[in-house]
Each structure stands twice: as C-alpha cells, then as structure tokens.
Nanobody
Framework: VQLQASGGGQVQTGGSLRLSCAASGLTFGRYGLGWFRQAPGKEREFIATITWNGGSTLYSDPVKGRFTISRDNDKNTVYLQMTSLKPEDTAVYYC?????????????????WGQGTQVTVSS
C-alpha cells in the first residue's frame, strides 16, 4: 500500500491550498480516510476524516469551516481543500487510510500513512 501526498507549499495568510493524496495497492473505496498534521515539537493531530463513500465527514475545531475533505474513488485520491489559511496551520500534512470504511479521529486507528507534505503559511 502506498499513499502519496502532494500539493503543499508556501502561502500567505488568507490564502488557499489543495492537498491531494493518491493511493495504490488497496481497494480504495473500502477504506476510511483521514488527514492529520504535525507541527515542529508537537504531536500529530487530527484534521479531517471521511467515510468510504464520502457520505460523512468530521473536522477538528481549528479547521472547521475552512477546510474540506473529499474523495474520488474512481481516481483513488483524497483531497483536502484549505482556505483562509493562518500561520498556525503551518505543519507537515499527512494522509492516512484505515481498513474500516468509516471515519475516525484517532491517529491510532489508521493503518497506512503517506509521507507528508509541508504547508507553510506566512503572516
């Protein structure tokens, strides 16, 4: 199983980015998916999660209303649309997949992880 995250970069406060995570080696449509982030010196934290069919999503409070998770099962890809970015959003962003088809906010309930993509928001 491989998860390849991309789309990170450097933006100014208020800007937008769209992260993508392409998966291979798994039956993508059967997996719940999530996005997490980790800032220097901090633990990895939950951002967003989505069920196997995109029918349900959950977000952490700091990103609710600004970030949107979505998936395209035909393309084996999960996305994270980020808007109104703030300096505190600066982190390495990771996509993850779990063998359950349902969402989860726990880092411990994911079986596969991407390599991470850096997002830097400057003030």
């Amino acid at each position: 199983v491989q998860l390849q995250a991309s789309g990170g970069g450097q933006v100014q406060t208020g800007g937008s980015l769209r992260l993508s995570c392409a998966a291979s080696g798994l039956t993508f449509g059967r997996y719940g998916l999530g996005w997490f982030r980790q800032a220097p010196g901090k633990e990895r934290e939950f951002i967003a999660t989505i069920t196997w069919n995109g029918g349900s999503t959950l977000y952490s409070d700091p990103v609710k209303g600004r970030f949107t998770i979505s998936r395209d099962n035909d393309k084996n890809t999960v996305y994270l649309q980020m808007t109104s970015l703030k300096p505190e959003d600066t982190a390495v962003y990771y996509c993850a997949a779990r063998t359950s088809p349902f969402e989860s906010i726990s880092v411990y309930e994911y079986d596969y992880w991407g390599q991470g993509t850096q997002v830097t928001v400057s003030s």
